[in-house]
């Protein structure tokens, strides 16, 4: 399914990411919101990133304007038989709204002609007003190059890449890939014709309270996508130390991946230990290795392991945005930003959701409320079955004193979790109290003392939230 993600604006993609290029050979008028409409041209792109995964990408591009939307394949993380598979959904996109487009054969040129391509098409660099590119002459051939279904991974997506043991033990039967069932599919946004549009788009908590709250959200994400970890195993080394047999170590990436996806902590340690004696530079092993102890609360070696698997492979996002899972909860939440930014500039990521979340929770520590509750409210807008987030946005707008927003938040909650038939399943009593908890202290922040009990009452779990709710329906007045 293709999406469009209002994020791109170009797909800096290097040479030997493009496995795929399609370009129109006419151009019809096709409206773009706050453009008009105008001529344009469409561009499909597939690439296949450093971990082995698939993207497609479409690109629809007006010259006059510089107007750019681009599509991406939702999930963005596809093998080879569904990276055909959407290509040729891509195609047929396309063509519905009148392109014809034609086949670049971009793997068969050689590379002088694969650069003279990609610096004549706009897409892989920052739009602009420039001449049209297809044209001798300057700005033309030649030109300086710069460069929905609902992914289900993605419901409580959390803080880190892989999280979905935290979810069995609360009750839900979380799976690595993909994680929590089905949701209903919003849809794609109108496809963008002539004339048509491009887009669619109380009392207070005490101390040890939050503390536990703010433990739960920070492990709430710990599994959920230790597949894709296991699919992007490599056996070569990644940095210095004895290569080993290659077969022996890919055994034991797969059986410590299969560990971690099982929540057998100190078995996949003991495992990845024989993958790191025998290279001790393999970073999925030192990225094992770091989530590992990360869930057994050792935060020294997970931050040790995770930095260790960074400067294994400077250009790998996963062990990234899980290092700021680490940093965020030390503290350390300004270097967690830095490397959250570093994330969200890889277009390749698959999992965007989970740094846009951390991204949140490492500006609320530091502080800056307003510019997380924003970035929330984008996050849900885009991925409006991200569950994690409106518990976390009601976190953060409960902490800057916005009772309306926290409300918002837990209704939002409601409707598209709890009450969603193909999610509430998976969306443990744990999960629903603790937004009736943030809910029922708003409602009491605003003296609505009635909608503050309707919502303590409503807890029902033995676990600290639904505690929580019990403490504080007793606190208020009769």
Known sequence: MLKVDTTLSHIPARREHVVGLFESINQPLVNIPGHGTAPTYAFILGTRNDQGHFTVFVYLWQKESGAVVIYVSEPRALDRDGYRAEEDEALRFVESMGFLVDNVHFATLPPHEQDSVMARIPLFRP???????????????????????????????????????????????GRPEPMMGRAPDPGPPPAPTSGTSAEAEAPPLDEDARRRLGRLLAMFGVLATVGLGASACTTTSSGGGQEGDSRTVESHVDLGNQQLARGLWVDAIRTFDLVIEEDEGHRDALRGLGLAYLNLGRLDEAEGYYRRAVAADAKWSMPKNELAVVLIERGQCAEAEKLLEQVLKDIFYVTPEYAEHNLARALACQGRLAEAEKRLDNLLLKRPYFCLGYLTLAQVSQDAKHPETTIQACEDFSKNCEQNEQIREQVSPEHSAQCHLRAGLAYAALGDVESARAAFLRCNSSGPNGRECKRSLELLPP
């Open 127 to 173: 739009p602009m007003r420039v001449p049209d590119p297809f044209l001798p002459g300057p700005g033309g051939q030649g030109a300086p190059t710069g460069l929905a279904s609902l992914d289900t991974n993605a419901l409580f997506g959390g803080l880190s890449d892989a999280d979905s043991e935290l979810f069995r033990r609360a009750g839900v039967s």
